[in-house]
């Protein structure tokens, strides 16, 4: 179904200016790097009329979003590389992570955190601990084996493709649920923290009191989880291009 240009106004309701979405549609049509696509691939993929992408092209090749070479095929400009330059350089993950980790923290009431692996250990990058009295208190730093804990399973079991128990829980539900692993009076949820080259970044994981985790609670954690991890894919680079060290070590 191809979308007409409709109008350029604002849409006060949404705040959102339709131009400049179909713009970014263009965009990102390209999925691959030093790719050349053809008016047609760009309307197939974009959905786009041709009349529509040859007007916002017009924009985007005086601008140098896009270039067009000697036969007629489109590649992303320069003005995109440079962009992506000025955004590696200023990308913190936990000015990412950490928004996200006080919004599970608000919902479920319990604790949220983010690990990442480190040899035969995950360490826990950051927290943002329970408001309730009674809860699982984490300090940011501490170092725990990767073989108990729903975040140390899932850091050490994603991408198995064995009949281990714990791997093909992962594989079926996208998640990983610990009940008294490493704590017998803890359990917790794990989802896998991806970037859009399905690197795996680190763990999302919220933890609490053993007897609080009904079956009931774990599934609100396990959706919650799982948009979380989704919110934060499109926004996280490579890996070789993340500094996964806390700052004072």
């Known amino acids: 179904m191809k ?32 790719e050349a696509l053809t008016l047609s691939a760009l309307a197939q993929r974009s959905g786009l009329y041709k009349s529509t992408i040859l007007r916002l092209a017009g924009s985007l090749l005086h601008t140098g979003f896009l270039d067009r070479g000697n036969d007629g095929r489109y590649q992303l400009g320069p003005e995109l590389r440079r962009l992506g330059d000025l955004s590696r350089s200023q990308f913190t993950l936990e000015g990412v992570v950490r928004p996200v980790l006080r919004r599970l923290k608000s919902v479920t009431q319990e604790t ?9 250990e995950r360490v826990c990058l950051y927290r943002e601990n329970s408001p309730r009295s009674a809860r699982h208190h984490l300090e ?24 281990h128990p714990s791997a093909i829980e992962l594989r079926t539900t996208g998640s990983v649920v610990s009940k ?6 803890l359990a917790a949820v794990a989802v896998p923290v991806v970037n859009m080259a399905g690197e795996l970044i680190g763990s999302l994981s919220v933890s609490g009191l053993i007897g609080r985790f009904t079956d009931e609670r ?22 070789a291009q993340i500094n996964l060290r806390r700052a004072n070590e």
């Not at 549609?25 to 030093?34: D, I, N, R, S, W």
């Not at 949220?112 to 035969?120: H, T």
């Open 3 to 34: 979308m007409d240009a409709g109008n350029d106004e604002i849409d006060a309701g949404r705040g959102r200016v339709e131009a400049v979405e179909r713009a970014i549609t263009v965009l990102k049509c390209f999925a691959e790097p030093g």
């Open 180 to 185: 008294g692993g490493r704590d017998e009076d």
């Open 218 to 239: 774990i599934d609100m954690a396990r959706t919650l989880l799982k948009a979380a991890a989704d919110e934060l894919r499109p926004r996280l680079p490579k890996l």
């Open 140 to 163: 940011e730093g501490t170092r725990h084996p990767l073989s108990s804990g729903a975040a140390g399973v899932l850091l050490s079991r994603y991408g198995d493709p064995s009949d």
């Open 112 to 120: 949220a955190s983010f690990y990442v692996q480190d040899g035969e």
